[in-house]
């Protein structure tokens, strides 16, 4: 009899747990945070390649629209990388249409929120055309070269809204 209240148990538990897994909003290897999924590239690209690869995947090069989606990715990007400080992203803006006229890449807006670092942009040697989500100054936001190979931020709409229950 107390073999069976444990296996009981144990499928429950397990039950809840497939269930939970199975009703998560994102893809596997993407965080949910809002309405939104987020993947953090393994692997480094140029700031084009980059976006290209997030558009295989369905969806595009992140765009922080506010302080809270960006302590979200910060966050997330620390616990990911264990605080290695090697470990810049590229997001979705750009200048590379117009000098200092920043623009996200998908919507192709102007942001309503930065968060650079101190003296950035810089345009240093008048190349840096694109932002990297920057490790060494705590995830603050610098131009870089887009020619650069850095690792990436895609971000898509979630993919299931409703939560499907199976099993």
Known sequence: ??????????VCVFSLTSTLLLDDA?????????DRCYMFATEKETWTNAEFRCRVFGGHLAEIEDADTNKFLKDTA???????HNHHYFIGLTDEAALDEWEWVQSATKPNFTNWGNHQPDHQGNDEHCVLFYARDHYRWHDADCDDHNYFICEEEKVNSGGSIIG
Do not use: E, P, S, Y
């Open 78 to 84: 620390q616990m990911t990388n264990a605080n290695d």
């Open 26 to 34: 994102c893809r596997h290897g993407w965080k949910h945070f809002r």
């Open 1 to 10: 009899m107390f073999l069976l209240v444990k296996i009981g148990l144990f």
